[in-house]
């Protein structure tokens, strides 16, 4: 069902809050002049995937329109709901550019479907039990300069649905594209990427379901580096965990991997792969394959290889303070140093020095090693 865009900036023309609602997105909306400032109204396009989720879903639509930004372009795309999501989303339809219930292949499905509507240049999606802070799009615009960023990212509160607690988590890079690519975690629900440039990495993957937006993350990383984000040391996004959040999921870890297993089968690391298996313990998806050519510059086949290495070389990290001596082993004896930064070789090295100083059961030396590098530091 699609209407023309209408800009509203009185909120009583948006239907009142359910009884007992108070706060933030239930009041307190975004005024008109709190955008006086802005030089410019770029397009934000927002998409809002929903399956059954009438209870947090409301709270979500109006954390988006009672921004009150002067240019946005409002879309749900519901699988098909059977409580009372339909209802509510006809409570706000004249305020959204379109929406459809209708069964679909999951959650990649429906952004993607969304996507086909989006017209903006400023792009996210927001799922329906998530929301967005009061000063979102404000500090967003603020922010967002199309010559030289293509994405920024905020941080974004993770709270416990029926607990007073919660947790503010933040993005950071890492000092070199590779360490970026295999170690950090795109933060989706505040991270917004330029509309033409996740439709030039062709959407989402549909054969995923839970790291999607984390395929998307790297292929950027790939092709654009790591140069034109920009991160907010804000709060633009609250992430709802409850009995019934995907995150709670472990297939996440399978899905995970898996990217990185296609990354170095396709770059011909296959010992790297094996190893990959053995460390995580994960279930190789046959039908996955990363869909990115890295034959398509010169440059892409080491940075994948500076990717795994770097991977692996965090887990082996990982086993020697685990004391997992056999992983360790294992790691170590699948990296390659040439492909590891200055720092990392020379961790690696210290790793090596003591792990052949375990299995000569020589511990009390690594401590007295230990207890010499703390002594230095200060």
Same mark, same amino acid.
């Given at each position: 069902?699609?209407?023309?865009?209408?800009?509203?900036?009185?909120?009583?023309?948006?239907?009142?809050?359910?009884?007992?609602?108070?706060?933030?997105?239930?009041?307190?909306?975004?005024?008109?002049?709190?955008?006086?400032?802005?030089?410019?109204?770029?397009?934000?396009?927002?998409?809002?995937?929903?399956?059954?989720?009438?209870?947090?879903?409301?709270?979500?639509?109006?954390?988006?329109?009672?921004?009150?930004?002067?240019?946005?372009?409002?879309? +749900?795309?519901?699988? #098909?709901?059977?409580?009372?999501?339909?209802?509510? $989303?006809?409570?706000? %339809?004249? &305020? =959204? /550019? !379109?929406?459809?219930?209708?069964?679909?292949?999951?959650?990649?499905?429906?952004?993607?479907?969304?996507?086909?509507?989006?017209?903006?240049?400023?792009?996210?999606?927001?799922?329906?039990?998530?929301?967005?802070?009061?000063?979102?799009?404000?500090?967003?615009?603020?922010?967002?300069?199309?010559?030289?960023?293509?994405?920024?990212?905020?941080?974004?509160?993770?709270?416990?649905?029926?607990?007073?607690?919660?947790?503010?988590?933040?993005?950071?890079?890492?000092?070199?594209?590779?360490?970026?690519?295999?170690?950090?975690?795109?933060?989706?629900?505040?991270?917004?990427?330029?509309?033409?440039? +996740?439709?030039?990495? #062709?959407?989402?993957?549909?054969?995923?379901?839970? $790291?999607?937006?984390? %395929?998307? &993350? =790297? /292929? !950027?990383?790939?092709?654009?580096?790591?140069?034109?984000?920009?991160?907010?040391?804000?709060?633009?996004?609250?992430?709802?965990?409850?009995?019934?959040?995907?995150?709670?999921?472990?297939?996440?870890?399978?899905?995970?991997?898996?990217?990185?297993?296609?990354?170095?089968?396709?770059?011909?690391?296959?010992?790297?792969?094996?190893?990959?298996?053995?460390?995580?313990?994960?279930?190789?998806?046959?039908?996955?394959?990363?869909?990115?050519?890295?034959?398509?510059?010169?440059?892409?086949?080491?940075?994948?290889?500076?990717?795994?290495?770097?991977?692996?070389?965090?887990?082996?990290?990982?086993?020697?303070?685990?004391?997992?001596?056999?992983?360790?082993?294992?790691?170590?004896?699948?990296?390659?140093?040439?492909?590891?930064?200055?720092?990392?070789?020379?961790?690696?090295?210290?790793?090596?020095?003591?792990?052949?100083?375990?299995?000569?059961?020589?511990?009390?030396?690594?401590?007295?090693?230990?207890?010499?590098?703390?002594?230095?530091?200060?």
């Amino acid at each position: 069902m699609e209407n023309e865009l209408i800009i509203n900036k009185v909120s009583s023309k948006y239907p009142e809050p359910p009884e007992g609602k108070k706060g933030w997105p239930w009041e307190s909306e975004r005024s008109e002049s709190d955008y006086e400032s802005l030089k410019s109204f770029p397009k934000i396009s927002i998409i809002t995937p929903s399956y059954n989720q009438g209870q947090y879903l409301e709270e979500t639509i109006r954390s988006v329109l009672l921004q009150n930004y002067p240019n946005l372009e409002y879309i +749900i795309i519901d699988g #098909g709901s059977t409580d009372n999501s339909v209802e509510i $989303i006809k409570k706000y %339809e004249k &305020w =959204i /550019k !379109y929406w459809v219930s209708e069964k679909d292949k999951g959650q990649s499905d429906a952004i993607n479907k969304g996507l086909k509507e989006c017209s903006g240049e400023i792009f996210n999606w927001i799922n329906s039990d998530d929301y967005y802070d009061r000063d979102c799009f404000k500090r967003l615009v603020e922010n967002f300069d199309p010559s030289v960023t293509d994405i920024i990212a905020g941080d974004y509160r993770f709270f416990y649905e029926g607990e007073d607690r919660y947790k503010t988590v933040k993005l950071k890079l890492r000092d070199t594209i590779a360490e970026s690519i295999a170690l950090v975690h795109v933060h989706q629900p505040s991270t917004f990427i330029k509309l033409d440039l +996740i439709k030039e990495l #062709g959407g989402l993957n549909t054969k995923l379901h839970f $790291i999607m937006d984390q %395929e998307m &993350w =790297i /292929k !950027y990383l790939f092709k654009y580096g790591q140069n034109r984000i920009r991160i907010l040391n804000e709060e633009l996004a609250y992430f709802r965990f409850h009995l019934g959040s995907k995150t709670s999921n472990n297939d996440f870890l399978d899905e995970h991997i898996n990217i990185y297993y296609s990354i170095a089968l396709k770059n011909g690391m296959t010992g790297h792969a094996e190893a990959l298996k053995k460390i995580y313990g994960f279930k190789v998806e046959e039908n996955y394959d990363l869909d990115f050519n890295f034959d398509q510059k010169d440059e892409y086949p080491e940075l994948a290889a500076k990717v795994i290495n770097s991977l692996i070389f965090a887990e082996a990290r990982k086993a020697y303070t685990a004391g997992d001596r056999e992983m360790l082993k294992l790691c170590l004896s699948t990296v390659e140093s040439k492909y590891l930064n200055r720092s990392q070789r020379k961790i690696n090295n210290k790793l090596k020095i003591k792990a052949l100083l375990l299995r000569l059961n020589l511990d009390k030396v690594i401590k007295i090693i230990n207890k010499t590098n703390s002594m230095l530091k200060k």
